[in-house]
């Protein structure tokens, strides 16, 4: 039986994570790449620049009127913050019915966007067609304080530190491999927009300190937790099982994980687990890959949900 499968187009496609939504969708069995834009790689064939695609499928230079007129199912927005607007309202007018999802930042104080960050919001999907995809610091903070937060006796410290390409391809000091050779660069030192999102949606406040490194994928979130009781460390690991008992994209493991051993990887770790001598305060250390379960691979999580397929079709798991 063949399946009927979805029209999807990606808009802002040449960027690190439309690359890696390209290669997760070519192998989609109920998804079809209809279009990809890209003003600067207008014309020049898809397969030339992504490996793992082989269609014949080119980049087009498709501005807001453009991409609602190609009528997709599905439409990605994949592009640098506060541009997705005007496609939304182009598509809002056209085919109000595609479901749209932002990679961006723009729609995650938005209380009509569903916020899909699904091993901590799955329960709360009413159907949006429209999807706020979690910053990937904020996926790693978040799923690091979650299972902890009826017992903080203060507000959790998120030390982070992510590979440049979490900077995009607009060249900055963040994703200059000169700069940052040798070099830890800390940014955003308060209030970074992953800050006031993770507290936002943990319902408490937490705080923030990003730092970019010269490897380019993957990052480390550690985190320091003040608890309102000592606790022992076997308890505390075994909120995390619980919480993440049955996930396939969050690990929870003992050691603190390592950054290297993420990239390509398609979900977070959560481990570590250090707790003080008193036992009111443990740490602990998440990883993920940014342009992974930071951002094309929740992004597939949140559309296969969307579309009614199973929440891991196309995305590689390991055992
Ligand atoms: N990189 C990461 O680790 C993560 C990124 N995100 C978010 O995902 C989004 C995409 O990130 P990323 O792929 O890294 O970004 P990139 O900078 O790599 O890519 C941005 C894309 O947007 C297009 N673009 C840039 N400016 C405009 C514009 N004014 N109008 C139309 N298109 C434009 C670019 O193509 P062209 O110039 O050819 O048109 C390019 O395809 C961002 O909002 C980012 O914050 C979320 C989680 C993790
Ligand atoms: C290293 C680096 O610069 N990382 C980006 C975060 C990644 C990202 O793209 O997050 P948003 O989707 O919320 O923009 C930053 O700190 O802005």
New binding site residues.
């Given amino acids: 039986m063949s399946i009927d499968k979805k029209t999807i187009g990606i808009?802002?496609?040449?960027?690190?994570?439309?690359?890696?939504l390209i290669r997760l969708i070519a192998t989609h069995p109920a998804l079809e790449l209809g279009f990809v834009?890209?003003?600067?790689?207008?014309g020049q064939r898809v397969a030339e620049h992504v490996d793992g695609y082989a269609g014949e499928l080119r980049?087009a230079?498709l501005d807001p009127a453009a991409v609602a007129a190609q009528g997709a199912d599905v439409v990605v927005?994949?592009?640098?913050?506060g541009?997705?607007a005007p496609y939304v309202e182009a598509i809002d007018a056209a085919k109000p019915e595609t479901l749209i999802l932002?990679?961006?930042?723009?729609y995650r104080f938005n209380e009509r966007w569903y916020y899909g960050l699904p091993e901590l919001t799955r329960g709360k999907w009413r159907g949006e067609r429209r999807i706020s995809?979690?910053?990937?610091y904020a996926t790693a903070i978040q799923l690091s304080i979650a299972p902890l937060k009826d017992v903080l006796a203060a507000p959790p410290v998120s030390f982070g530190v992510?590979?440049y390409?979490?900077?995009?391809?607009?060249p900055s000091d963040k994703n200059n491999p000169e700069k940052l050779r040798d070099n830890l660069m800390p940014y955003s030192l308060t209030g970074h927009t992953h800050e006031q999102e993770a507290s936002r949606h943990l319902g408490l406040p937490v705080e923030f300190m990003p730092h970019v490194a010269p490897h380019f994928?993957g990052?480390t979130v550690t985190t320091n937790l003040y608890l309102v009781r000592p606790m022992k460390r076997e308890e505390i690991l075994q909120r995390f099982r619980h919480a993440y008992d049955g996930e396939k994209l969050v690990k929870v493991v003992d050691e603190a994980p390592w950054v290297s051993q993420i990239a390509h990887r398609h979900h977070a770790e959560v481990g570590g687990f250090a707790v003080s001598v008193d036992g009111k305060r443990v740490v602990i250390v998440a990883t993920l890959d940014?342009?992974l379960k930071?951002?094309a691979t929740q992004a597939i999580q949140n559309i296969n949900r969307a579309i009614g397929v199973d929440e891991y079709t196309s995305i590689p798991l390991e055992g």
Avoid: I, Q, W
């Avoid at 834009?37 to 207008?42: K, P, Q, T, V």
């Avoid at 932002?102 to 723009?106: E, F, G, I, N």
């Avoid at 390409?165 to 607009?170: V, W």
């Fill in positions: 808009v802002g496609a040449r960027g690190h994570t439309g690359a890696e834009s890209s003003r600067e790689l207008d980049y230079n927005l994949a592009l640098p913050n541009k997705a932002d990679l961006s930042a723009d995809n979690p910053g990937c992510s590979g390409s979490g900077a995009g391809t607009t994928r990052l940014n342009l930071g951002a």
